[in-house]
């Protein structure tokens, strides 16, 4: 069966969960866990992403984040890729660390937000790695300890989450810790593990009585939504894809045009590519920018990076070849 694609914009909300190879850890030591951590919070700082909650335990890591302007796909290959070459490196070993692919999740950030930032943290509760709330505020290796003021992690994104629960930052801690001990009994794994139908409409009973009726509902298993948020991710993803389509299609046509010109005007295309200043090679490549601006609707930084100049220069070669036009219109 084919892989489904991933769904992705900037500032989506992710559920993002990674597991070690057939159950094996991921993590040896401590130095393992800072060594992930030093390498999430460079990559989140500099391609922009917002980190809600985290968690890392010997087998698997959470990660709840809105993802950057690279999308998601580019953050978690720097990540997983960069460490698993350090840890095969460490430990002398070879093969893959993580299993499969990583699995993320969209969410429906008004409704899930702190629910999913609740059942993340309740990780090393729930799987006894620590045996109590108190423990939990000192566990350095969840988002949960950086919230109640126990842990620094200036990459995470502590005052957005913590905002959700008033102004006054004491009493912001005081809420959320005690919104994650309500949360100690819940059992959220079959609410907050993935998409899908069930989630989608609100449960079993929900979907009999729209199955009776036959009404159509939107529902993936790769987004955690009711019906009318899955429909609005997968529009958007669609109208994403056509785009880029459309962009690719753009692509072939300036590579046919370059070249067609290149062989009628018998210069080295490379030349023309690389930035070549000769006269001759110039005044072509204005023309060319005249072009793929005038008939393709591509933007000079665009223009300049398929020709080999920065972008003023393709703006003004195109105002050139403009002038030029008008001229020959009015003579």
């Known amino acids: 069966m084919p892989r489904s694609a991933r769904l992705d914009a900037p500032g989506t909300l992710h559920h993002v969960m990674v597991r070690g190879m057939d159950g094996t850890p991921i993590f040896r030591d401590q130095s393992d866990r800072e060594d992930f951590l030093e390498h999430l919070g460079q990559l989140v700082v500099s391609m922009q992403v917002r980190v809600s909650a985290w968690v890392l335990m010997d087998t698997h890591v959470h990660l709840l984040l809105n993802s950057g302007p690279a999308g998601l796909p580019r953050l978690m290959r720097h990540l997983l890729t960069g460490y698993a ?10 093969g893959h660390v ?14 899930y937000l702190l629910e999913l930032v609740r059942y993340i943290h309740l990780n090393p509760l729930r799987a006894g790695v620590v045996g109590t709330l108190e423990d939990l505020d000192r566990y350095p290796w969840s988002g949960h300890s950086v919230l109640v003021g126990e842990t620094t992690r200036k990459w995470q994104d502590r005052e957005g989450v913590l905002r959700h629960f008033g102004e006054s930052p004491k009493r912001c801690v005081k809420a959320y810790r005690h919104f994650v001990a309500e949360g100690k009994g819940l059992d959220q794994e079959s609410e907050l593990g993935g998409g899908g139908l069930i989630r989608s409409v609100g449960g079993w009973s929900q979907v009999l009585s729209l199955r009776e009726k036959k009404t159509p509902v939107e529902f993936d298993t790769r987004v955690l939504g009711t019906g009318d948020f899955v429909a609005g991710i997968l529009r958007e993803a669609e109208e994403r894809s056509k785009r880029q389509m459309h962009a690719g299609e753009r692509g072939r046509l300036a590579a046919a045009l370059i070249r067609q010109t290149c062989d009628r005007e018998g210069i080295d295309e490379r030349e023309l590519r690389m930035g070549g200043q000769r006269r001759k090679v110039s005044k072509i ?3 060319v920018a005249c072009i793929l601006s005038r008939e393709l609707g591509m933007s000079f930084a665009e223009i300049g990076r398929r020709l080999g100049v920065c972008t003023s220069a393709i703006g003004k070669a195109v105002s050139r070849e403009v002038k030029q036009d008008e001229t020959s219109e009015t003579q």
């Open 85 to 94: 070459i350090r840890y095969n490196r460490k430990y002398h070993r070879r």
């Open 98 to 111: 993580f299993q499969n692919r990583y699995k993320s999740i969209v969410c429906d950030e008004d409704r």
């Open 285 to 287: 490549r204005g023309r």
